[in-house]
T-cell receptor, first 112, second 114 residues
Framework: SQTIHQWPATLVQPVGSPLSLECTVE??????LYWYRQAAGRGLQLLFY??????ISSEVPQNLSASRPQDRQFILSSKKLLLSDSGFYLC???????????FGPGTRLLVL | GENVEQHPSTLSVQEGDSAVIKCTYS??????FPWYKQELGKGPQLIID?????GEKKDQRIAVTLNKTAKHFSLHITETQPEDSAVYFC?????????????FGTGTRLKVLA
């Protein structure tokens, strides 16, 4: 069966520091991968999606970036965090052309 | 642009009663509608989904109905239990440049009172 992991589970970072969040999927190949952000008490905002290694599409202009160095690895990064970057970051995957998306456990980021 | 409206934002029901959450979407090309349940501090979990070629789908106490003409779909939970308490999100798939993009509703916080 397929599983999705996110690391770390929680993170507290000072303003201006860099960020690296990791997402990995097991048990499948060539998945579509997604990064979402969820502000407290709010819905899900799509940040990036990837249909293959090195292929990244950005949905919202911001100081975040994403990379997909391996088939089942998706990384969310920032060079300098802002207070507004605080939130719950969710990675999701879908099996290729399937429409169904499955979410990971999330990373809670607090920028102070 | 694409939009999904979800109502109500909060819903309290007595244990054993039914709960209904409604969503409307704007893009008539949307043809896939999942529902997710999110417990506190966890990622959303898919609970049921429906495609546009059917009007209703049931899975035990959970059902989803779709009205493509009116562009709305609803989640029905019968015989609610305390463990049903969570935030529920609807979503609509929007065809965007050949990839698979969801537009999510803003969520409904369901409280089942024992």
């Amino acid at each position: 069966s397929q599983t999705i992991h996110q690391w770390p589970a929680t993170l507290v970072q000072p303003v201006g520091s860099p960020l690296s969040l990791e997402c990995t999927v097991e048990g499948t190949s060539n998945p579509n991968l997604y990064w979402y952000r969820q502000a407290a008490g709010r819905g899900l905002q799509l940040l990036f999606y990837s249909v293959g290694i090195g292929q990244i599409s950005s949905e919202v202009p911001q100081n975040l970036s994403a990379s997909r160095p391996q088939d089942r690895q998706f990384i969310l990064s920032s060079k300098k965090l802002l207070l507004s970057d605080s939130g719950f970051y969710l990675c999701a995957w879908s099996p290729g052309q399937d429409l169904t998306q499955y979410f990971g456990p999330g990373t809670r980021l607090l920028v102070l | 642009g694409e939009n999904v409206e979800q109502h109500p934002s909060t819903l309290s029901v007595q244990e054993g009663d039914s709960a209904v959450i409604k969503c409307t979407y704007s893009d008539s090309a949307s043809n896939y509608f999942p529902w997710y349940k999110q417990e506190l501090g966890k990622g959303p979990q898919l609970i049921i989904d429906i495609r546009s070629n059917v009007g209703e789908k049931k899975d035990q106490r959970i059902a989803v109905t779709l009205n493509k003409t009116a562009k709305h779909f609803s989640l029905h939970i019968t015989e609610t239990q305390p463990e049903d308490s969570a935030v529920y999100f609807c979503a609509a798939w929007v065809p965007t440049s050949g990839t698979y993009k969801y537009i999510f509703g803003t969520g409904t916080r369901l409280k089942v009172l024992a």
